[in-house]
T-cell receptor
Framework: SQQGEEDPQALSIQEGENATMNCSYK?????LQWYRQNSGRGLVHLIL?????REKHSGRLRVTLDTSKKSSSLLITASRAADTASYFC??????????????FGIGTKLQVIP | DTEVTQTPKHLVMGMTNKKSLKCEQH?????MYWYKQKAKKPPELMFV???????INESVPSRFSPECPNSSLLNLHLHALQPEDSALYLC????????????FGPGTRLTVL
């Protein structure tokens, strides 16, 4: 099964509204990252939050991490039509050899209506 | 410069063809990755190259063969592919292979006829 599972799988909001996406995972992690992907194109890194952090901000983005609940959320404030994209969480686990395995969740497809 | 470049952007090939996908980064990153992404699915890791050491997702069939000519280049050689291999192939790089942000290229859209 997927390590990261986003909720909801699809979200449609009006421009100016806030969008919240959630990610749940099953095993312990070293970090969690959020990526954005426009249709059929490469992924753009948004934020990395480490397992000892609880919240991070970047511009209109706010990410929280609750390791006790094994969940994270991505909040986009004051959404714009250009925010329309798919958003993926990706969990990072480092093995005993120091190598990171990154596993992507199934993604949330966000549509922002002008 | 945080750019990872991939060529070609699109590739159509027959099941008997041999082709290669190319990936290049000039950020001095020491780890490079190949991912496969099917439509409406998340990316799945295929290979990791770090410090000239290859790590393989053991579910990847042998018709996919990675090659790392130098620390800036990562190729993916394709041979005798199947139609179900049609997907977006994404290359990424990171400073190190641990705890690091991965920077993705735009991808190569592969269609196998």
């Amino acid at each position: 099964s997927q390590q990261g599972e986003e909720d909801p799988q699809a979200l449609s909001i009006q421009e100016g509204e806030n969008a919240t996406m959630n990610c749940s995972y099953k095993t312990s992690i070293n970090n969690l990252q959020w990526y954005r992907q426009n249709s059929g194109r490469g992924l753009v890194h948004l934020i990395l939050i480490r397992s000892n952090e609880r919240e991070k901000h970047s511009g209109r983005l706010r990410v929280t991490l609750d390791t006790s609940k094994k969940s994270s959320s991505l909040l986009i404030t004051a959404s714009r039509a250009a925010d329309t994209a798919s958003y993926f969480c990706a969990t990072g686990q480092v093995d005993s050899g120091g190598y990171q395995k990154v596993t992507f969740g199934i993604g949330t497809k966000l549509q922002v209506i002008p | 410069d945080t750019e990872v470049t991939q060529t070609p952007k699109h590739l159509v090939m027959g099941m008997t063809n041999k082709k290669s996908l190319k990936c290049e980064q000039h950020m001095g990153h020491r780890a490079m990755y190949w991912y496969k992404q099917k439509a409406k699915k998340p990316p799945e890791l295929m290979f990791v190259y770090s410090y000239e050491k290859l790590s393989i997702n053991e579910s990847v069939p042998s018709r996919f063969s990675p090659e790392c000519p130098n620390s800036s280049l990562l190729n993916l050689h394709l041979h005798a592919l199947q139609p179900e291999d049609s997907a977006l192939y994404l290359c990424a790089s990171s400073q190190e292979w641990s705890y690091d942000t991965q920077y993705f290229g735009p991808g190569t859209r592969l269609t196998v006829l």
